[in-house]
């Protein structure tokens, strides 16, 4: 009689599971909470819900908050356009990493070649061959070639080697010039 009892109760408990799936498969699944709008931006328009309407310049993806994966860790210059001052304690080119001056002018002197950076400040500063960045240090200057070569230090763990050598060459509205 006791094994009657057990195939009746595992009967009815297959049962009471298989209503309790069929039940939770017609509920729909709550709502995700709305997106709060990023600061600086105007919150867009969203019409129906539906994914496939989106409009210019959106996208699906939504960081929530965190740090963007997408945007790299060390940027050239803020989202607001201000100054980057890598090192503030620093003086001149120190300040600043390689990508937020820009090359101007190279000449050669007396004493060698020099070049000469605008950086985001815009404010003109000399460089000669061991002058430092907030992120690199100028290995040569060409006055021939019209290019300055940095050897930049990069902050990724993945690279072979710590560092590049970025070529700078100097760009004039017409095209290549010194």
Same mark, same amino acid.
């Given at each position: 009689?006791?094994?009657? @009892? =057990?195939?009746?109760?595992? /009967?009815? $408990? ?7 799936f069929a %039940?939770? +498969?017609q ?20 019409s ?36 980057v @001052? =890598?090192?503030?304690g620093? /003086?001149? $080119?120190?300040?600043?990493?390689v990508?937020s001056?820009? %090359?101007? +002018? ?6 060698g070649?020099v ?55 100097i ?8």
């Amino acid at each position: 009689m006791s094994e009657r @009892k =057990v195939v009746y109760a595992a /009967a009815l $408990l297959l049962l009471a599971l298989g209503l309790a799936f069929a %039940l939770l +498969a017609q509920t729909p699944p709550p709502a995700p909470p709305p997106a709060a709008p990023e600061s600086g931006t105007a919150p867009a328009a969203v019409s129906s819900g539906d994914d496939s309407m989106l409009e210019e310049g959106e996208s699906l993806y939504r960081h929530m908050g965190e740090r963007d994966p997408f945007s790299p860790l060390v940027r050239g210059a803020s989202a607001e356009g201000g100054l980057v @001052k =890598v090192n503030p304690g620093s /003086a001149g $080119l120190a300040r600043f990493t390689v990508e937020s001056c820009s %090359l101007e +002018a190279i000449i050669k002197t007396a004493q060698g070649t020099v070049a000469w950076f605008q950086g985001p400040d815009a404010k003109p500063y000399k460089a000669a061959a061991g002058e430092r960045f907030a992120d690199g240090v100028v290995i040569s200057i060409s006055y021939e070639d019209g290019e300055v070569v940095v050897q930049q230090e990069l902050n990724d763990p993945t690279a072979i080697k710590p560092y590049r050598d970025l070529p700078l060459k100097i760009r004039s509205q017409e095209g290549e010039g010194q």
